[in-house]
């Protein structure tokens, strides 16, 4: 009986790319392998079978929000707390594009010590080279991102994390749902390539509201979605609460490429950390893309503890690189240079 459903909403969600709520949960609680290799199909159709790479630099772990479930937040004082200056940062930028990546993502904490020329300019001058830039900086105003994006930054990541509301505030204090979508919205109307996504596995979380997370992501139409997974950090106030669990995720992931084909979808570093070979069974379950730490000083990759045990977290950018072209010979994929706009996804 839930076979033949299952295979019934593949059948329909592999052609029409839409499904209704009730549809979505079936296949995130009963879809096994059928689900995974629809997504994989679909991946390969509309995206090819080319692997988008980018590098993370994560300039600063400084933050003023206290979310509850990440290892940055304000109130945790075990971390030491860096933050590059920006000739480091552009000169990062400098050595990852001579070895031949083509977009950039900065990332860090809600970081006030950075004021916004000074952000302007540095994504300025990493404009230089021949790069995307894609910034993963948290909640701006409008005139910021506006400022940002006439500096040049192609690209922006804001998770929603949940779009259920109730278990949003629970976990964000001081924090408004209503502020995050105003910022997702802003930074469409300004024309950048938007990334969003959400946490699986957050104490109370059901899977009617991962459901309602992917018909959200389907209703905006946003370029990029990052499904991560939540592993406990034992200094935030979610630290004794359970993982994640991968296999859920996973099925978010390859229903997410089902109802938006040509979209970007990273194997995030989560997964990889929670399970030996995630990032490989994800770019199997829809995935196109992986961001790969740039970080020449240990001690800052080591610092930006978000969560606890980060995969990779002891490997060189060249040492990353090696590992993941042995992840990609068994599936038969291979890495694209490339800018990897979600636009280059349909001259594939
Ligand atoms: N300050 C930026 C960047 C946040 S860090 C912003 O607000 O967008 C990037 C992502 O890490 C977050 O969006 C969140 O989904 C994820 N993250 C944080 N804590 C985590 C945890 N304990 N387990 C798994 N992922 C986590």
């Known amino acids: 009986m839930i076979e033949n459903s299952v295979k019934n909403i593949l059948e329909k969600v592999k052609s029409a790319h839409t499904l209704d709520r009730s549809e979505v949960v079936a296949l995130l609680n009963f879809g096994g392998e059928e689900l995974i290799r629809a997504a994989d199909e679909t991946r390969r159709q509309y995206v090819g079978d080319g692997i988008y790479i ?15 479930y990440c290892g940055l937040r304000a109130e945790n004082n075990k971390i030491h707390r860096y933050r590059m200056n920006p000739d480091e940062i552009i000169s990062t930028a400098k050595m990852v ?4 990546f083509r977009t950039i993502v900065l990332q860090s904490g809600e970081d006030c010590g950075f004021k916004i020329d000074e952000l302007c300019r540095i994504v300025e001058e990493i404009k230089k080279n021949d790069i995307a830039v894609t910034l993963s900086i948290g909640e701006k105003s409008f ?10 930054a192609d690209r922006f990541l804001l998770r929603i994390e949940t779009t259920n509301k109730e278990l949003y505030q629970k976990y964000h204090p001081k924090m ?6 105003r910022c997702l919205d802003d930074l469409r109307t300004l024309g950048y390539e938007v990334g969003t996504g959400s946490l ?10 991962i459901a309602d997370d992917i018909l959200f992501f389907k209703k905006i139409n946003v370029d990029m979605i990052g499904i991560g997974v939540f592993i406990p950090h034992p200094d935030t106030p979610l630290g004794v609460t359970a993982a994640g669990d991968f296999e859920l995720a996973r099925r978010a992931v390859a229903v997410t490429r089902l109802l938006l084909p040509d979209i970007n979808i990273p194997a995030t570093t989560a997964m990889e950390t929670l399970k030996p070979n995630g990032r490989g069974l994800v770019l199997e379950a829809g995935a196109n893309v992986v961001m790969l730490n740039a970080a020449e000083n240990e001690e800052y990759k080591k610092e930006y503890s978000i969560y606890p045990d980060k995969a990779g977290i002891n490997d060189s950018l060249d040492l990353s690189l090696t590992k993941l072209k042995k992840t990609l010979v068994p599936i038969d994929r291979n890495i694209l240079i490339s800018k990897g706009f979600r636009a280059d996804n349909k001259a594939v």
Request: proline share 0%; net charge positive; with cysteine.
């Open 54 to 68: 980018r590098a993370l630099v994560e300039f600063s772990n400084y933050c003023t929000r206290t979310c509850f």
């Open 97 to 100: 594009s001579e070895k031949g």
């Open 143 to 152: 005139d910021e991102y506006k400022m940002l994006k006439s500096a040049g």
């Open 176 to 181: 408004s749902f209503k502020n995050r979508l």
């Open 200 to 209: 699986i596995g957050l104490e109370g979380q059901t899977v009617g509201m």
